[in-house]
């Protein structure tokens, strides 16, 4: 296991495993790149350095933000990113995660604009810039549970996700409430430009509902089969959005370019039933958002945190072990990205997960800027770890060892739990408390 566990020792170690694994990772130690402005449509952020969406698991039974959400916004805008990508957001109740996932309704509005006036302030009086603002807008679909027990709304039977149990027809969702949600996501962006933010993201990513579409190939109707019908519900949902849109506020997208399960279960795979990724739809999907939609921006992900985790966050550490070095999972990431990237070069295009590469992180993403396979690099559970990392990596040109995320799962645990998430290695007299609970009640 230890050719697997981060021990390196110096950049020079790791790039020397890249080569022996035959994996292409950039790396750059002039970190000068980040701290260059990232422009899109009419935005022009101050560095390259972004927060990519967390799930706190800490809102009220309303779905407004509590003391926790506060506190872990406010912190994350003190640290220097340019950009904050929220956490999902559900925008309708019977498509919440938890009963503590964020939810924006009229009800809640006043809790984000709040919520939205800290983060800005925050971040005005420590670095001289507020952070870009994205909300994420979601619906969890097969992962829903609004009243803390599962209540799965599904696109079609999956045979990997259904392998212990296979859930009842009556769960997967109809064209009609299909064409319901198109309304709800438009609805939303609205209400998202009234609380502030500077974006909206309409999620396609994760195994959420609109990703499962993405790979609906055996769902008849409007909304599977075809290209064209497996991404109705989020192209629709996009145009409705736009309607919200004006100099001040724009809609952009999470996607998800590689599900990680063999074809035709999973989206961005090879037709032969292997796990190699195949593209060729991805590169279409971003092409009608940045085109005919007119997307300026996009982050590109894979994977499915409940179901492959390994994909979308490498780690090594865990209750199981992946069959892949999480460089290889780090690898596919940033070389898919730098596909996107490639077809669209005019399109900023926002990487993620590079957290496991702890304190060479920072070369890492400098890296990818400088050769192009990316504009700007966005970190999750480096923001729950260390949310002072931007400032890190621009005014001291490191990231602290002493201080980085180690990639040992505890805060996905938790929220996947609909438990408040944060670190427990770094911030445990928040979270160490809930990640005991967690343990008991997994018992």
Not at 406 to 425: H, M, N, S, W, Y
Request: net charge positive.
């Amino acid at each position: 296991m230890k050719h697997r566990t981060f021990h390196y020792r110096s950049l020079e170690e790791l790039r020397q495993t890249c080569e022996a694994l035959d994996l292409s990772l950039p790396f750059c130690e002039d970190l000068s790149v980040l701290k260059s402005p990232c422009r899109f449509g009419n935005v022009v952020l101050p560095n390259r350095l972004g927060i990519a969406p967390m799930e706190g698991a800490d809102s009220d039974p309303d779905g407004a933000p509590t003391g926790l959400t506060y506190r872990r916004y406010r912190r994350e805008a003190e640290g220097g990113a340019a950009l904050i990508w929220m956490e999902a957001v559900a925008v309708v109740p019977e498509g919440r995660s938890s009963p503590k996932q964020l939810m924006l309704t009229p009800k809640t509005l006043s809790s984000f604009q709040r919520l939205v006036e800290q983060i800005r302030e925050a971040g005005m009086k420590r670095n001289g810039y507020a952070p870009y603002l994205v909300m994420q807008a979601n619906h969890s679909g097969r992962y829903a549970k609004p009243n803390g027990a599962p209540q799965p709304m599904i696109a079609y039977h999956h045979p990997v996700y259904e392998r212990q149990k296979k859930l009842d027809d009556g769960c997967i969702v109809s064209d009609d409430y299909l064409r319901s949600l198109e309304e709800k996501f438009g609805e939303a962006a609205f209400l998202c430009k009234q609380a502030g933010f500077d974006a909206m993201d309409v999620k396609s990513c994760h195994g959420y509902l609109f990703a499962e579409l993405a790979s609906a190939y055996v769902r008849k109707g409007a909304y599977g089969g075809p290209f064209e019908n497996r991404f109705r519900l989020l192209f629709h949902s996009v145009r409705n959005a736009k309607q919200a849109e004006d100099q001040g506020f724009l809609i952009t997208s999470r996607v998800g370019i590689y599900d990680g399960f063999a074809y035709p279960y999973g989206f961005g795979m090879a037709g032969d039933g292997s796990l190699s990724p195949d593209y060729r739809e991805a590169v279409k999907l971003v092409g009608v958002l940045s085109g005919e939609l007119g997307l300026p921006m996009v982050n590109i992900t894979m994977g499915n945190p409940y179901q492959n985790t390994h994909v979308t966050r490498p780690y090594d550490r865990g209750k199981y072990i992946p069959a892949e070095h999480p460089l290889e999972g780090i690898a596919r990431m940033i070389g898919g990205t730098a596909e996107i990237k490639k077809a669209y070069p005019s399109l900023a295009v926002a990487a993620s997960a590079p957290s496991y590469l702890r304190q060479y992180a920072a070369e890492y993403s400098a890296g990818a800027v400088a050769e192009n396979r990316c504009d700007l690099m966005c970190f999750g559970r480096m923001a729950f770890a260390n949310p002072g990392f931007p400032n890190q990596i621009l005014k001291e040109g490191r990231l602290d060892a002493k201080k980085v995320c180690v990639t040992c799962g505890k805060c996905g645990d938790l929220i996947r739990a609909g438990l408040p998430a944060g670190c427990v290695v770094r911030d445990p007299s928040e979270y160490l408390k809930y990640y005991l609970r967690y343990q008991t009640e997994a018992k």
